[in-house]
């Protein structure tokens, strides 16, 4: 564990030093600070990085949104990959404004069904 072995380095410092340190590993930022050997080593982990919620507000108490949907032969759906068109699941063309605010290239999912 990356907190044991930056314990153990910590450890073996002088006494009489004050250490602040700041490890970047695995995208996760660990604080650390050093107090001499007579009142130990105190860790602190930062907070985990986290994505934004992507769903920001289709069917929001369901444990998972999920649609299902048939096509008859010929028949083409487009739908929403961006989460805000507002006739989720199909598409309403709300990528565009995301893509431009955001610098984003996202688009629609076309299926087309042979006849």
């Not at 063309?93 to 629609?108: I, L, Q, S, T």
Request: charged share 25%; hydrophobic share 40%.
């Amino acid at each position: 564990e990356r907190t044991n072995s930056l314990s153990h380095l910590l450890a073996m410092l002088s006494s009489r030093i004050a250490l602040s340190l700041v490890v970047i590993a695995a995208g996760v930022e660990i604080g650390a600070a050093f107090a001499p050997p007579a009142t130990g080593i105190a860790l602190r982990t930062a907070p985990a990085l986290r994505m934004a919620k992507i769903n920001g507000d289709q069917d929001q108490e369901a444990e998972k949104v999920v649609d299902n949907v048939k096509l008859a032969a010929g028949d083409k759906g487009v739908y929403c990959r961006c989460w805000k068109s507002k006739t989720f699941p199909k598409c309403d063309g709300a990528h565009n404004k995301h893509n431009e605010e955001e610098g984003d290239n996202v688009g629609p999912l076309i299926i087309a069904v042979d006849k």
